[in-house]
């Protein structure tokens, strides 16, 4: 059942230029980030950069009544749910204020929030593989019509939680969408010796579901794989497994050192699949943005994520006292 798609399917102008601003937002906090980091005013970094077009597209192919639940690296995800540039950065300095998880856990690392449908992550890889098909079962059960987004890396498809929960979702033909972000890296480790498959997709036939392996820096492309799935599950026939490839431009973490594991030459290939610079000169082709116009979108998201380091830095930190609070039901 393993399919490519290459379909565009039609949204709007405005739809598409959101999806930019989305993107360009995730990007200025992952480099504002990386400038805190090297400054040692903020602890770590779980780069997104290379998987935001994925990242948007399947996200905005859900709806606000929908749950999201996304891997570490998902910072774009939460964007496009809702999640301000100020909220991510009360994370990043670990703030009271922090709504991710009361300034508890590493940047992006572990954090639910509740009012967007961003149901827990965590730094288990493939752990909450399982709690979504969970979740798309509650849905089915309550006949509530939600469906649920899960995304993950390559690497989580080796564990054995990714054969549990994409198997329990295709028994019982939950509405939830499996989204693979392929960036062929499990920290250091190729896909090559992960798995003997050319295509993370085609493991979806071992479940009796579709596999579609899309070019994951193809906005348009990834946006209809991920509609037409989220329609498909919409409609009660089960989940899809979709597989984004895509090139991780940063090392795994700000504690990795890519270079040591991959050349020189590999790195400037990834900067070259970076989905942002593609869709941009997609939008500029059409007519839908002039080239100076996409660079002051990055520019002004470029400040806004300045400005919200610099107010969330001088924000109240969490009381000693209250450091066990919601860490251990009672
Ligand atoms: C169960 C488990 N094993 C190992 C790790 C250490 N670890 C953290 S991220 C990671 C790589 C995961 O790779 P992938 O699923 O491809 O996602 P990516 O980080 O590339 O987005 C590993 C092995 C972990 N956190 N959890």
């Not at 348009?220 to 497994?241: D, M, N, Q, W, Y």
Request: charged share 20%.
């Amino acid at each position: 059942m393993m399919a490519t798609t290459t379909r565009v399917e039609a949204a709007t102008s405005e739809e598409y230029l959101q999806l930019h601003r989305w993107m360009c937002m995730a990007k200025a906090l992952d480099d504002r980030m990386h400038i805190l980091v090297k400054q040692g005013r903020a602890p770590f970094v779980g780069s997104s950069r290379g998987h935001e077009g994925i990242q948007v597209a399947s996200t905005a192919a859900i709806g606000a009544d929908d749950w999201l639940v996304p891997h570490y690296r998902g910072l774009a995800n939460a964007i496009v749910r809702g999640l301000t540039m100020k909220e991510w950065m009360l994370a990043v300095f670990a703030k009271a204020g922090d709504p991710l998880s009361g300034g508890r856990n590493i940047p992006g690392g572990c954090y639910s929030y509740r009012a967007l449908k961003i149901a827990p992550v965590s730094q288990v890889v493939s752990s909450w593989i399982p709690k979504a098909s969970g979740i798309a079962y509650a849905a089915k059960l309550r006949g509530d019509g939600a469906v649920v987004l899960c995304t993950f890396g390559d690497g989580a498809t080796s564990q054995g939680e990714f054969h549990e929960g994409v198997n329990f979702a295709a028994i019982h033909r939950l509405p939830v969408v499996f989204v693979c972000e392929n960036n062929s890296y499990a920290i250091s480790v190729p896909i090559r010796l992960q798995m003997a498959n050319p295509n993370v997709a085609d493991r979806a036939a071992g479940y009796g579901i579709p596999g579609v392996t899309v070019d994951g820096t193809d906005v348009p492309a990834s946006f209809a794989a991920c509609r037409e799935a989220v329609a498909r599950a919409r409609r009660g026939e089960g989940p899809t497994l979709i597989e984004a490839k895509i090139w991780r431009i940063n090392s795994h973490t700000s504690e990795d050192n890519q270079l040591k594991y991959r050349g020189q030459d590999e790195l400037d290939e990834a900067a070259r699949h970076d989905p942002i610079t593609r869709f941009t000169a997609w939008l500029i082709e059409r007519g839908w943005i002039k080239e100076e116009d996409a660079r002051g979108v990055q520019a002004a998201c470029d400040r806004e994520a300045s400005e919200a380091a610099d107010w969330a830095e001088q924000e109240p930190d969490p009381i000693a006292e209250q450091a066990l609070t919601n860490l251990f039901g009672g």
